[in-house]
T-cell receptor
Framework: DTGVSQNPRHKITKRGQNVTFRCDPI?????LYWYRQTLGQGPEFLTY????????KSRLLSDRFSAERPKGSFSTLEIQRTEQGDSAMYLC????????????FGSGTRLTVV | GENVEQHPSTLSVQEGDSAVIKCTYS??????FPWYKQELGKGPQLIID?????GEKKDQRIAVTLNKTAKHFSLHITETQPEDSAVYFC????????????FGKGTRLSVIA
């Protein structure tokens, strides 16, 4: 297992376009998290899944954002009608459930909206 | 909800000196406190963590202390090396509430050779 994989690494899109990111977690991890990180800030929680169930969504996650984990393995994060304020690094992490096991993060997808 | 404050935002030390980064949290239910190191172009990497049933934990040159009464915890790096230069984040969460990690804003550590 090579850790958490995120694709693409970079995405440049025009304002108003839709984008989709993919995250492949560590295979035995049943929890998967999405965070957003802007320059000079810490990661901000967006949403997380336990297996295929989406258990929590942040107020940061507007209606333009949707995340799925259809088979409890990989996950996708879609942003519709992108805005310049969506420009950020989108980080995915995975962990085992219970006991607060540490998260393993991927290298992120850097989104630039022009 | 949980709020994590971290300071300083930047820290420069001479190689071989010690570095200390401090965090405070607001939710008394939080009981898990990890520290992450983030290098340029990479995701955060877990370097050490502590749970509320212990007050201190060490791993080679890195140690973390926790004061639950005061709701603060600290990262100590001794004998710093240039490769310790990175951004460090503290975080907190609650096991019982199954809450996701809440991160501080980070400390950019520069170790000057």
């Amino acid at each position: 297992d090579t850790g958490v994989s995120q694709n693409p690494r970079h995405k440049i899109t025009k304002r108003g376009q839709n984008v989709t990111f993919r995250c492949d977690p560590i295979s035995e991890h049943n929890r998967l998290y999405w965070y957003r990180q802007t320059l000079g800030q810490g990661p901000e929680f967006l949403t997380y899944f336990q297996n295929e169930a989406q258990l929590e969504k942040s107020r940061l996650l507007s209606d333009r954002f949707s995340a799925e984990r259809p088979k409890g393995s990989f996950s996708t994060l879609e942003i519709q009608r992108t805005e310049q304020g969506d420009s950020a690094m989108y980080l995915c992490a995975s962990s085992l459930a219970g006991g607060n096991y540490g998260y393993t993060f991927g290298s992120g997808t850097r989104l630039t909206v022009v | 909800g949980e709020n994590v404050e971290q300071h300083p935002s930047t820290l420069s030390v001479q190689e071989g000196d010690s570095a200390v980064i401090k965090c405070t949290y607001s939710d008394s239910a939080s009981n898990y406190f990890p520290w992450y190191k983030q290098e340029l172009g990479k995701g955060p990497q877990l370097i050490i963590d502590i749970r509320s049933n212990v007050g201190e934990k060490k791993d080679q040159r890195i140690a973390v202390t926790l004061n639950k009464t005061a709701k603060h915890f600290s990262l100590h790096i001794t004998e710093t090396q240039p490769e310790d230069s990175a951004v460090y984040f503290c975080a907190a969460s609650s096991t019982s509430g199954n809450t996701p990690l809440v991160f501080g804003k980070g400390t950019r550590l520069s170790v000057i050779a």
